[in-house]
């Protein structure tokens, strides 16, 4: 199980760096249309509005948001800028 998810995350994180707003990077862990607790822990994000998905990200960016796997979300977050970040939320708030 734990070999499937890190080689679903390496696929990710190459699709990732084709663009850096990308959201492709984030279902490995979280699930096509963030339905999933990722890595069985966060909250689900589907479902979130705009605000909260930029203040939950600009946060682990910041260190100033999360539980004990933040550590995990700053890896994603860090290269991301505040534009990027905006963008990531408006396709996740949109998803239905
Ligand atoms: C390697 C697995 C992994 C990847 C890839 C990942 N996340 Fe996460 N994400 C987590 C974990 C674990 C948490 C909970 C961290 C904590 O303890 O605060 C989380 C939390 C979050 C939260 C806040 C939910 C909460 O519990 O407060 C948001 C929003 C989020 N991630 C968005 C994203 C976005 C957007 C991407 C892609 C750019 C992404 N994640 C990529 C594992 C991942």
Do not use: P
């Amino acid at each position: 199980m734990k070999k499937i998810v890190l080689s679903a995350i390496v696929v990710a994180a190459t699709a990732a760096s084709l663009s850096a707003a990308s959201i492709a990077a984030c279902a490995g862990c979280h699930g096509a249309g963030f339905e999933k607790a990722a890595l069985g822990k966060s909250q689900i994000v589907k479902g979130w509005d705009e605000a909260k998905i930029v203040a939950s990200l600009s946060g682990y960016k910041a260190g100033t948001y999360g539980g004990a796997m933040k550590g995990v979300m700053l890896g994603q977050v860090k290269n991301l800028t505040d534009a990027d970040i905006a963008d990531i939320a408006k396709q996740i708030a949109a998803m239905k």
